[in-house]
């Protein structure tokens, strides 16, 4: 993994190598380098994320610095699941050790996706389970350490009960304090109004001795301010400035794969109650991927890994429908995304031969964000995977003359010699091992609604490896972690750039079977994402050629809003 670009603004005065020139304890980052080797990353990857975080821990202000107020504003630029959540716990646990007292993680618009950052969080910084208070991740390897103060768990953000049960000053804790809420209206009120209560005072109306460091996850989402220049800033937006506003000295970094909203925000935008706007004005940082990332130019620019892992959708017209309201009826599912299950139960079932058998697979489905339309798929779904499952079980032990008279079983093997005839195992290999593949299958609706729990920490606990059918609209169209995906189904019209690739949950690592994950999508939708993946690729390119010409990150900004 390389190291990254990153451009500046050099007109504001900043020494980058501040915290090399400070005696600093470093306590939370050796734990979190030691929790990432025990979690078998890569010795060179994580000696590039050291480099990465020095840096970006440079690019924010010295908390312990005499000046009185400050106030830096930056960008982080990865790639769609790329470890994006891991470089930041390692800014926060750098930061913490520099004496940042304050620090907020804004962890996108859904409760699933907060949740899971709260998990990440709690294992690579906090050290215990936000609930049982058990010890978890860096907590185990330095039992004794200092623990980081918290309010949020698992189950609950800084709604107005927990606003109500804090009683204390942040100028009385002697350890960090961070929390991970959601980006919402009444969450941020109320963080503000306990803020605004306990820890300012009559004259003294802004927080003066607290270093407050806040990250916004999923930066480009609800962050930006859409309203015209003379009208009031939107509400999400308006109280994360209310918020920074609070406080004499504090830092904001955005993190996102899908820039374009930000650098659209204009950089001079200023509000006499709210601030100023949150344009990384100060610097933009262009992550690296690690060379084994299984990313956008890899599915779409380039022909041979494209030619294997796309598959068109032709007959979603005839079953699914295209617009996205309520009151629409789901009675059969196109024969493609039948086919794609099967794929997925063939799928595991290779893993598993290959050695795999303990690592999650799953396979995601997202084609509509009307909740009770994917309640109807899922029943629709169920049906076929029972009835595979019978077939599965009652043929797999037969020889393969008699098993391919039952009729699902013949079409799961023309599949299997469609798609995977090149692998290293025959039919008569698969056949018997179908039944164990297909067997743990469950299929889960992941939104606001369900009462289904797609929780891979859960089955984690209990070292049951877990194969998973998600099913679901806007909960799977951000941020959220589909662990061990292998088979995605997207049959959505969106033409929106940030939309379509935070859909793309199937980015990431796919170590050991890249070679089987596919990916089902329509004609359109492939040369939407093709276009896209250019953009953002050009996006790129461009800001490591305004970084050699020593460009600032508002020439940036105006660079791509007078782009044809």
Known sequence: MGIGEVLVDTEVPHDEDWYNKREIDYNFWP?????????????????????????????????????????????????????????????????????????????????????QTQQRVDEGFVGRNSVTKEPIGVGKITPNRVKPFTVTTLDSDFDKTVERKISLELK?????????????????????????K??????????????MLMIDDEADNASINTNKPDLDPTSTNKELRNILQLFKKRAYVGYTATPFANIFINPDESHDAHGNDLFPKDFIYCL????????????????????????????????????????????????????????????????????????HCSMLINVHIVMDVQRQIKYLLDEELRDLKRAVKFNCKKTESEAIKEPLIQRVKEIFIKEYSSCEFTWLEVLPALVDAAETAKSFMVNSQSEDRLDYSEYDKNDEPLTAIAIGGLSLSRGLTVEGLIVSYIYRNSKMYDTLLQMGRWFGYRSGYEDLCRVYMTEDSLGWYTHISEATEELRSQLKRMRREGKSPSDFGLHVRAHP
């Open 198 to 211: 306990l820890n300012t005072t009559q004259g003294y109306e802004r927080i003066s001795d607290i270093p």
């Open 172 to 196: 009385d804790l002697n350890n960090t304090f961070v929390l991970v809420i959601k980006k919402n209206v009444s969450t941020l009120r109320s963080l503000y109004s306990w803020l605004k």
């Open 31 to 115: 734990d979190y380098q030691k929790l990432l080797i025990d979690e078998k990353w890569p010795t060179n990857v994580i000696g590039a994320m050291n480099s990465v975080t020095d840096k970006i821990l440079g690019l924010l202000p010295d908390p312990i610095q005499d000046n009185e107020s400050w106030y830096r504003r930056g960008l982080v630029l990865g790639h769609v699941q790329s470890g994006k959540t891991a470089n930041y716990i390692g800014v926060i646990s750098k930061a913490a050790d520099a004496g940042y007292k304050f620090i907020i993680v804004i962890a996108g618009i859904h409760n699933n996706l907060r949740k």
């Open 288 to 359: 690296d991927a690690p060379t084994n990332y299984f990313g956008s130019e890899k599915i779409f620019l380039e022909d041979a890994s494209s030619e294997r892992a796309i598959r068109i959708i032709n007959d979603g017209y005839l079953h699914l429908p295209q617009k996205q309201k309520k009151g629409v009826e789901v009675n059969s599912l196109p024969n493609s995304m039948i086919d794609a299950m099967y794929l997925f139960i063939l799928a595991r079932t290779i893993r598993n031969l290959r050695g795999q058998q303990d690592k």
